[in-house]
């Protein structure tokens, strides 16, 4: 794996751990040097899928991943719903949470090699994990890897379209810990279409649910 340093909220004084350990807390993801950043509340994380969460699960057919599933809510709806779900995410703490709750969970990095890769038919993306390794692209290719020729990939997308935006992130929390800086990225549908463009994949179904975006890739027919 490499390092932990690099990822969402992971390192330096680890207030994602300590949020998760806790059972809540907002966060902010910081572009280091910029201003105050986004919120992310980890109480959500935490809580039951809503509204948004099922509109995702009601569209997944067969057996879905769930990448960078945090303590494992979407897991939790997914198996509500009769899917056979699996989680995966670098976060030990995360994971342990999961695995608490009763969840299968797997403690490693999408970029590592994956159980019945080739095989999932559904891939889920959320919370702004289009984010994860700073390169939406290459995020991307790997989930294509990773589901079946007839897979989708659902991904959560930044609500204003046109978002296209890489940068170097911190996780801080209210008392002011801070993560170790990390790569992130924040796409909007529009921006993403554009940027498949050439590639083995397109976006096929776009929705949104309270604020939240939603987009469907597919392989291209
Ligand atoms: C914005 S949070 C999303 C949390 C989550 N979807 C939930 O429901 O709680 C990003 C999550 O992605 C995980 N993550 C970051 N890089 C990852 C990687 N390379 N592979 C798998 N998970 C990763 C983080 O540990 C974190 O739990």
């Known amino acids: 794996m490499s390092s932990p340093a690099a990822h969402f909220g992971a390192g330096g004084d680890a207030p994602y751990d300590i949020a998760l350990r806790n059972g809540g807390g907002t966060l902010r993801l910081v572009e280091i040097g910029e201003g105050s950043g986004r919120r992310v509340e980890i109480g959500r994380f935490l809580a039951a899928a809503d509204a948004a969460d099922d509109s ?18 979407i897991v939790h709806a997914a198996i509500l719903a009769g899917r056979l779900s699996l989680g995966v995410d670098v976060s030990r703490t995360a994971v342990e949470h999961a695995r608490q709750r009763g969840l299968p969970a797997l403690h490693r990095s999408v970029f590592e090699p994956l ?18 390794g700073g390169a939406p692209h290459v995020l991307l290719e790997r989930c294509a890897q990773i589901i079946s020729t007839r897979g989708s990939i659902f991904v959560e997308v930044d609500p204003e379209p046109t978002t296209d935006r890489g940068y170097a992130a911190t996780v801080v929390d209210e008392d002011g810990r801070s993560s170790s800086p990390f790569p992130w990225y924040d796409v ?34």
């Open 115 to 132: 159980p019945q890769e080739g095989s999932w038919r559904a891939l889920l993306l959320m919370d702004g994990n289009i984010g994860i």
């Open 56 to 73: 995702v699960i009601a569209r997944i057919r067969g057996p879905v991943l769930d990448v960078g599933c945090g303590p494992g809510r």
């Open 188 to 221: 909007g549908a529009a921006a993403l279409r554009t940027r498949l463009k050439g590639s083995r994949l397109e976006i096929t179904e776009t929705w949104e649910v309270s604020g939240r975006a939603f987009v469907r890739v597919e392989r291209r027919l």
